[in-house]
């Protein structure tokens, strides 16, 4: 089967998901809208630059111990980490970016005409599955289109043309690919057909249990409390509250340490590890690949993801995966994993006394902890195991294209 992806070629959520049928010798090609060198069995890579895409910090992983940061300009990241938070490189990127998205269509759409794909997906609304909806014509190959997790709830209201083409992408869309229910009852609300098919899976395909596993029991027995934030800047984490906390833990455990990675050099997180005086307990952490995720997960009871829009983030799956007590915000799509004071615990994302006071009851609690450990254990090989996971996406492939079987 020749399936082209549209995806942000860096991430290692597309990736995950892309190298699953790779590696089942389809004729797979990719088009991203950031320079990227992914290490996966492609048939072609094609850079379709957008608004800002060539100079945006990169940092995001490919391929253990691999990055891709000499891709880009570093005068420009550099600029782009010391002049701009996280939230206002989103909300400028709502502006321009699909300004420009009719230019990048008129590439995708003459590299659609050359690639002929039997089937196409898009691997996020904003803006891969917008830049599809636009050069994709009807009587043309079906359009997939996934839904990561802020797709709605953070992105697609945020202008007038965000709004336009969120509905355009919708209508578009032969079929629906969601990481929660809740998004797929939002895009039904947003213009996609009922009867259209649609699935609800992992964004990244699942968990690999042959990187993200449990600590051993001699591990456990060496434990320093540890607390990690794994979900690095990003304009919907509530990371304010997160370092607000620290010093409220630290009044009453001074022996914690938390780890925050993707943090290193970026200018708000150093801000607050100075102003709030926390930096003996602070370790700001580079990129990590998936492996060196894995690592850190395994050394830390609890992983704290404290956000105001998500769907499923897969770092949550991962370190529940790693046997890490999760506290995260307490929104509609986390609570479809998570019971609060049972497998984790759901907190108000603002609130950092909470906060501090979920951390400092994990820590205290270790037969929770185990009971936790077991539970999303259980859990995730039944709900988010790489392997079946993928069988089940590549099933619904074959309801797409039922000429071609893609599966194993």
């Known amino acids: 089967m020749k399936i082209l992806y549209i995806a942000d070629g860096r991430s290692p959520i597309a990736l995950n998901w892309i190298g699953y049928f790779c590696d089942y010798g389809h004729e797979v090609h990719l088009a991203s809208i950031y320079p990227c060198t992914p290490q996966l069995n492609l048939a072609s890579v094609h850079i379709i630059p957008v608004t800002f895409s060539v100079f945006e910090a990169s940092g995001k992983e490919q391929t253990p111990g691999q990055e891709n940061k000499a891709l880009q300009p570093g005068w420009a990241r550099r600029l782009v980490s010391k002049l701009a938070t996280p939230g206002l490189r989103t909300s400028v990127r709502h502006w321009?970016?699909?300004?420009?998205?009719?230019?990048?269509?008129?590439?995708?759409?003459?590299?659609?005409?050359?690639?002929?794909?039997?089937?196409?997906?898009?691997?996020?609304?904003?803006?891969?599955?917008?830049?599809?909806?636009?050069?994709?014509?009807?009587?043309?190959?079906?359009?997939?289109?996934?839904?990561?997790g802020n797709d709605f709830t953070l992105h697609a209201a945020a202008t007038p043309l965000m709004v336009s083409y969120t509905r355009q992408t919708l209508r578009r869309a032969t079929a629906l690919h969601a990481d929660c229910q809740r998004d797929l009852h939002l895009a039904y609300r947003w213009g996609f057909g009922q009867k259209k098919p649609a699935r609800v899976l992992?964004?990244?395909?699942?968990?690999?249990?042959?990187?993200?596993?449990?600590?051993?029991?001699?591990?456990?027995?060496?434990?320093?409390?540890?607390?990690?934030?794994?979900?690095?800047?990003?304009?919907?984490?509530?990371?304010?509250?997160?370092?607000?906390?620290?010093?409220?833990?630290?009044?009453?455990?001074?022996?914690?340490?938390?780890?925050?990675?993707?943090?290193?050099?970026?200018?708000?997180?150093?801000?607050?590890?100075?102003?709030?005086?926390?930096?003996?307990?602070v370790n700001l952490l580079p990129h990590q690949?998936?492996?060196?995720?894995?690592?850190?997960?395994?050394?830390?009871?609890?992983?704290?993801?404290i956000t105001e829009h998500d769907g499923t983030p897969n770092t949550l799956l991962e370190a529940m995966a790693c046997g890490c007590f999760p506290i995260a915000g307490n929104l509609e799509?986390?609570?479809?994993?998570?019971?609060?004071?049972?497998?984790?615990?759901?907190?108000?994302?603002?609130?950092?006394?909470?906060?501090?006071?979920?951390?400092?009851?994990?820590?205290?609690?270790?037969?929770?902890?185990?009971?936790?450990?077991?539970?999303?254990h259980t859990l995730i090989l039944e709900r988010a195991d790489y392997d079946k996971v993928m069988e089940t996406a590549s099933a619904f492939y074959n309801e797409l294209y039922p000429n071609q079987i893609i599966s194993q």
């Open 333 to 376: 799509s986390i609570r479809e994993w998570i019971v609060s004071g049972e497998n984790g615990f759901l907190v108000n994302p603002r609130d950092s006394s909470q906060v501090a006071q979920a951390i400092l009851e994990v820590l205290d609690n270790k037969t929770m902890r185990n009971r936790a450990r077991e539970y999303n």
């Open 289 to 305: 690949n998936r492996r060196q995720m894995a690592d850190l997960f395994r050394q830390s009871q609890v992983a704290v993801s």
């Open 96 to 148: 321009f970016v699909p300004l420009s998205l009719p230019k990048a269509a008129e590439q995708l759409r003459a590299l659609i005409a050359v690639v002929q794909p039997d089937l196409v997906h898009a691997m996020r609304i904003p803006y891969e599955g917008m830049l599809a909806a636009i050069a994709l014509n009807e009587n043309q190959a079906p359009l997939i289109v996934s839904v990561w």
């Open 202 to 281: 992992p964004g990244a395909g699942g968990i690999q249990s042959a990187i993200f596993y449990p600590a051993t029991a001699v591990e456990m027995t060496e434990e320093i409390p540890t607390v990690i934030n794994p979900r690095g800047l990003r304009a919907y984490v509530r990371n304010d509250t997160f370092f607000k906390a620290i010093p409220l833990v630290l009044s009453q455990r001074a022996d914690v340490r938390f780890l925050c990675p993707a943090m290193a050099g970026e200018r708000q997180a150093e801000e607050w590890v100075k102003r709030l005086g926390i930096g003996q307990a």
